[in-house]
């Protein structure tokens, strides 16, 4: 007959001794990522930082005010925002460089820039995350294949998810090429007009005239989707800064350090917020570790675009149809588009030329997908929005 043996005492002491100190040698940016991530329980949210509050967090939050003068209200307007005097504008304790600017766009705007993010930029020539395992022709108009489902009532059975509700990236200017983590001087196509003027016109207020768009990544997210931990220093000029824009969904951004072992900050990220990282903010790690709904007074702002929105002369913006937004609304309910636009060049800096993305190899590009095993994922090719961390 068998008989159960109690453990001895430094037997279990030496396990609770082995996991502790595993638990410890992990780092902090990654403990706080599986917090804000993991589903059940739902994490606290009281800690953090909502800029749209008008709370300060203790002092964290410090109010800045920009040069009004730097971009005139026409110009603005031309793009959507506000007049630079009336954005709110922040900073935060112990991150210099770092600016939050809370939605300066002006109401009814943001559906122009939703429409692009989902009907334009997606096309060829283009680069996404589909052109890893599909044929160009199949790629070549993601919008007009997917319109038709993504109308249907919901009562109408849907069939499986359409192209853009697939998409999960798409490169602009220089094409970002996500295995090795470089550019290259031919796998470049030109840079949309429109997205550069918004983002001139954004870093000109900040304090940085003469911003150069040369690339831009487009992350599409769903609900369940999230960023690894990660830092942006693919460019050769890192004096230049970084500008993130999302549109959507909210969600829960952290910033740390210069090391992946520095504790983060987490922050709400609401439709029409900006970030400019520049100065020493510039090379900090960064993730994104869950979506969430946007608060009511966000989502109300998503609801249709404007139709007084007045068209400055030399400006960007184009009526949205209803057509295009009835698409673009019922995306956005449970997703969110985030916009990285980075000038790579400094001056007298230059490329190296390499193989052209459609000669890269289909594994170039990964994607981890729950695979049902333990809970353990695996690595297949597609999309790095939503990946563990690096």
Partial sequence: MDTWVTPPACYVMAKMAASMVAESGEDVFKKMFKFYKRREPPPDLREVTDFGSGATAGGKIVPLKLDPGAVSDEEAAGVGLQPVRDWRVFGLQGYP????????????????????????????????????????????DIWARSVEAIRSPLSVKRQPKTLLERLRWVTLGYHYNWDTKTYSANSYTPFPADLHMLSFRITAACGFPGFNSEAAILN????????????????????????????????????????????????????????????????????????LPAPP??????????????????????????????????????????????????????????????????????????????????????????????
Avoid at 98 to 120: D, E, M, Y
Avoid at 358 to 383: F, I, P, T
């Fill in 297 to 390: 007074q966000r989502a109300s702002l998503l609801e249709e675009p404007s139709c007084v929105l007045a068209l400055q002369m030399g400006g960007v913006l184009e009526p949205v149809s209803e057509e295009d937004w009835d698409v673009c609304s019922k995306y956005i309910q449970n997703s969110r588009v985030n916009m990285t636009v980075r000038q790579v060049l400094g001056p007298g800096q230059t490329l190296p030329e390499k193989p052209p993305l459609a000669l890269q190899k289909d594994n170039e590009v990964v994607e981890c997908h729950n695979n049902g095993n333990n809970g353990k994922r695996k690595r297949s090719c597609s999309d790095p929005v939503e990946t563990v961390e690096t």
């Fill in 220 to 291: 599409y997210y769903r609900s369940d989707s999230s960023l690894g931990i990660h830092v942006d220093e693919s460019e050769l000029d890192h004096s230049r800064p970084l500008l993130s824009l999302s549109f959507g969904q909210s969600a829960i951004f952290l910033l740390g350090g210069p090391h992946r072992q520095d504790p983060p900050t987490a922050m709400f990220m609401h439709s029409g917020d900006v970030m400019v990282m520049s100065g020493p903010s510039r090379l900090l790690y960064h993730a994104v570790p869950r979506i």
């Fill in 97 to 140: 460089g770092f600016i939050f600017i809370s939605n300066p766009f002006l109401r009814g705007s943001q559906a122009f820039w939703v429409r692009q993010c989902l009907k334009t930029y997606p096309q060829k020539p283009n680069v996404c995350n589909l052109d890893m395992h599909m044929s160009p022709c199949d790629t070549q």
